[in-house]
Every structure is written in structure tokens, then in C-alpha cells.
């Protein structure tokens, strides 16, 4: 075979350097065999970042606002595997899919649009690190055992079990895509690597395996941060009425930034009152949500309905009349965003005055995204003393500068690793001391407020659009039994059980 070219797939590396290796230890000359594999090998690197298509740019609800759908991969390269919704260049105006046929570049880009963006970013950002590991130390990405031992690696580094199931769960579905699924041997072995993580995390005496959840925001903590809005300014106004619906519709911060003014309407709700036992008219609000994490494509509408509060600070009814009317004196108030966009003279986007840069998505110009939301949520939280300042050096330790300029410093590859790791351990030490109010905390503070008064789960799921059944629910539930349901209360007491019995039967009455 000296001097033949030796076509070599990637998954069959391992068994062709054996194979090499034992004909040298024979004494046979394999210097040819070793030079055009060397020469593969670098035309397989070279080819490792393909041309893929996106939607380019891709905006926050996943709208392309145009231009070549094709783009060179700007990060390190997949090693070869292909990412769903990714193709390589054909002949002009057409890309080739995964599966070796051609379609048209628009095609492409639609397909691409099925799924959120963020989505695509995470698939990708996994799915580059599990190659970047591979390339570091050597391993083909496709072999048996590899993903086990990148797990083992991640593990090693002490991330949490849920960030690395995440991880191979997203790899071992490209992997699948490429033809080259994990065995089953290997799933059981890496089901047992991250059992072993997961008691490691349990049995951490500084409690390093503890969930991060951002804090609960309840009604109280809800009423300091609206009483922080100036309700004479336009921001004032907007903030308020952006925090009282996130909160009452147990929304996802994606939610209520969706919502067009006509996904709004005031309705008239007949309510049974417990003190007269008459049916009474409450004001209410109906507010249709287009698309959601558990309605992604719009094929549903969910209708989530919000009655007026005695409480006209904390009435979301009464903060929606405001803000509308604001809005109709500006002529915006049949058409556009809910919720806009205020720049630094208090002028409303998509009012033609607005200044700013404006979203790749015309159809949401003058309106916020999430990020916004988790902003307003922030500052108000802070402005109503719920948070405290961050020191100098924990500043220093959430700066992504001073870990750059702090790796940069280091000598080895194993220094840098250690750095990552101390700095990412620390910074999770932190955060579980610090108050955080984000969009989930609005989220987890009505459902908690639903479930200590006392409604179903049914109900609580169907208000908060988890799908039925949902595991995710649990996070966000109290759990413990509430004190008055207690059963060690008053243990020692004999007749203790039949005197709860006889009050809580005469409350139900």
C-alpha cells in the first residue's frame, strides 16, 4: 500500500492508527501512510467550518430582516458536523440540506425561521465547545466513548448536572443527525457520569449544587416597585402597567412584550361574592397571547384573564386605562406594540418622533423586547431598596473583562482551565447570596401566590400556560406544607387532630 491515498473517515481514525501502529511494530515502512492521512486530515480541518445558512440578521422573535442567507461560520467550526437548519453552498440561489439535496435559498430561510433563535444560538454554542474539547485533546467527535468522556470532563469541572445533561443531550442529537447516534452502552455510561455529579452536588457542604432561582417577587415586593413609577411621565406610566400585567398573567418575560393593543380588551366579568352571595360585574381584562413556549408556531390563542383589583395602585385594569389613553393621545392606540419603546425626552416609539435604533422586525418597531422587561424589572426592584449595591470586588468578579485580562495572564492551558473554573464557582457562591429579581421572578411570585391561596394545581397550570403535568411547575411551587396544614403541630396533644378537623370544617362552611 505504499504510496496509495488512504480515504479516511472520520469514526474509523482510532482503528486505522492501531492497525498503522502494529505494522510498524512489525517492521513494515508506513511513512506514506502516515504523510496522506496528514494531508487528509488537513483538508478535512480545513473544510471543518461549512458555509450554513441563517436567517441574517436574526431579531429577538425570530424575523430575518434580509440580505444573502448564506454566511460564512464566524466561530470555531463544528468539526464537521452539520447543525439542523445549517447547509452547505450549492449552485447560486440554492443550498444543500444535511441530506444531500438541493432547495432554494428562501426555502432555507423560512425553515430556519421554525425555530427561536435562541434555540439555534444554544444548539450551535454546544455544540462548538464539544468540538472545541475534541480538538484540544485529540478525540474524534463521532467515535464511541468521546461523549462520555467530554461529560466526565464537564463534570470534572464541576458544572451542574442540569447544564450538562443539556449539553449532551444537544450533542448526541446533532450526532444522531450526522448519522452517527451514541450507542446504547455509551447513554447507560453517561447516564452513570452524571448520576455521580448529581450526588457529588447534593452532598456539597457549601451547598454548590443548589438550583439558582431568581428571587420571588410577591405582591408586596410587587407594590414597593410600582410605587417607584411616576405615574405623570410616560415611562412612569409604561412601567407600571408592563410590571402589574407580568405579574398577574404569570408571564414569561417574552410574553407581555409580545402583546399588540389590540391583543387587549376590557370585558365585563361576573364574579360570585363570597360576603353577599350574589353575582357581581367586576372590570376585567382579556389578553391574547399569539405564540408561547408551549404554543411556539401560533396554532393556539391563549386567552389569560386578569379582574380589576380593589387596590387601584396594584389594578392592572386601572394601569392599562392609563397607559392607553396616553397612547391614543399620540394616535397609537389601534395599532402597534403594547408596550413602547421611550427615549430620554419621553417620546414613544413608533410615533414617528421616537429616536433610537429600530428592531430588524418593522411589525415591532416601536416596541420593547425582553431584555427591556428584565431591565425595567431590575431597576425598579433596586430603586425600591429590594436589592443592595454590588461591592467593588464582587463587580470584579462578575466582569467578563477582568476574567479576559485574568486569563490572558496565565502561562498554561490547564492554569486558564483552573482560572474558568474557580471564577465560574465563586460567581455561583454569589449569586445565591444576592437578591435577584428577573422576568421568572414575576412568573414564581404569582404562581407561589396562587398556591398559598390555596388554588389548584389545574388551575394554576392553565393561568400560567405550563403544559399539564409539567415537571418545570415544581421549581416554582412552594413545596412545604403550609404551617396551618402542619401535622407536627400540637403533636402531644391527643385531641389536637380532631379539633383542626372541626376548624377547618367550619371554615369550609
Excluded at 474524534?140 to 463534570?155: E, I, Q, R, S, Y
Aim: glycine share 8%; with cysteine.
Amino acid at each position: 500500500m505504499t504510496g496509495a491515498v488512504v480515504e479516511l473517515a472520520a469514526g474509523e481514525l482510532a482503528d486505522t492508527i492501531a492497525q498503522l501502529a502494529a505494522r510498524a511494530a512489525a517492521g513494515e515502512d508506513v511513512a506514506a501512510q502516515l504523510a496522506a492521512m496528514a494531508a487528509q486530515l488537513a483538508a478535512h480541518h480545513r473544510a471543518a467550518t461549512p458555509t450554513i445558512v441563517t436567517p441574517d440578521p436574526v431579531t429577538k422573535n425570530g424575523h430575518g430582516a434580509g440580505g444573502s442567507v448564506l454566511e460564512r461560520a464566524r466561530r470555531p467550526g463544528t468539526g464537521g458536523l452539520v447543525l439542523p437548519g445549517h447547509y452547505t453552498a450549492a449552485e447560486p440561489g440554492r443550498v444543500r440540506t444535511p441530506g444531500g439535496f438541493t432547495i432554494n435559498e428562501a426555502t432555507a430561510r423560512r425553515a430556519a425561521l421554525a425555530e427561536p433563535a435562541n434555540t439555534r444560538r444554544s444548539r450551535a454554542s454546544r455544540a462548538e465547545a464539544f468540538t472545541a474539547w475534541c480538538n484540544e485533546h485529540g478525540r474524534v467527535p463521532t467515535n464511541a466513548g468521546t461523549l462520555a468522556d467530554w461529560a466526565n470532563h464537564l463534570a470534572d469541572q464541576q458544572h451542574p448536572t442540569d447544564t450538562i445533561t443539556s449539553y449532551v443531550t444537544t450533542v448526541a442529537s446533532v450526532r444522531a443527525l450526522n448519522g452517527h447516534p451514541v450507542r446504547d452502552d455509551e447513554r447507560d455510561l453517561i447516564a452513570r457520569v452524571l448520576a455521580s455529579r448529581s450526588t457529588e452536588e447534593a452532598t456539597d457542604p457549601a451547598g454548590a449544587g443548589d438550583v439558582l432561582q431568581a428571587t420571588e417577587c410577591t405582591r408586596e415586593h410587587l407594590a414597593a416597585m410600582v410605587a417607584t413609577c411616576d405615574r405623570n411621565t410616560a415611562r412612569g406610566l409604561r412601567d407600571a402597567v408592563a410590571l402589574l400585567l407580568h405579574w398577574y398573567m404569570a408571564g414569561r418575560a417574552s410574553e407581555p412584550v409580545s402583546l399588540s393593543v389590540l391583543d387587549v380588551t376590557e370585558v365585563s366579568a361576573d364574579i360570585y361574592d363570597l360576603a353577599t352571595g350574589k353575582v357581581i360585574q367586576r372590570p376585567a381584562l382579556e389578553l391574547t397571547l399569539r405564540r408561547s413556549k408551549t404554543n411556539p408556531y401560533g396554532k393556539l390563542r391563549d386567552v389569560v384573564r386578569l379582574v380589576a383589583q380593589d387596590d387601584a395602585a396594584l389594578c392592572p385594569v386601572t394601569a392599562w386605562r392609563a397607559w392607553m389613553a396616553l397612547l391614543a393621545e399620540h394616535g397609537a392606540e389601534h395599532t402597534g406594540p403594547l408596550l413602547r419603546r421611550i427615549d430620554r425626552w419621553g417620546r414613544l416609539g413608533d410615533t414617528g418622533q421616537c429616536a433610537g435604533r429600530r428592531p430588524a422586525d418593522e411589525r415591532r418597531a416601536g416596541g420593547i423586547g425582553d431584555r427591556t422587561l428584565r431591565n425595567i424589572i431590575a431597576d425598579r426592584a433596586k430603586a425600591a431598596g429590594l436589592v443592595r449595591d454590588l461591592r467593588p470586588e464582587e463587580r470584579e468578579l462578575l466582569s467578563t473583562c477582568a476574567e479576559r485580562a485574568e486569563l490572558a495572564a496565565a502561562d498554561s492551558d490547564a492554569e486558564r482551565e483552573a482560572i474558568r473554573t474557580e471564577r465560574r464557582l465563586r460567581r455561583r457562591a454569589l449569586r445565591r447570596k444576592l437578591k435577584r429579581y428577573t422576568g421568572h421572578s414575576m412568573r414564581r411570585g404569582c404562581v407561589r401566590h396562587m398556591e398559598r391561596a390555596g388554588t389548584p394545581r389545574h388551575v394554576i397550570e392553565l393561568h400560567a400556560r405550563f403544559a399539564p403535568g409539567s415537571k418545570a411547575l415544581a421549581r416554582y411551587r412552594v413545596g412545604a406544607i403550609p404551617w396551618e396544614h402542619n401535622p407536627t403541630v400540637h403533636m402531644g396533644d391527643p385531641n389536637a387532630a380532631r379539633r383542626r378537623l372541626a376548624y377547618l370544617a367550619a371554615a369550609g362552611a
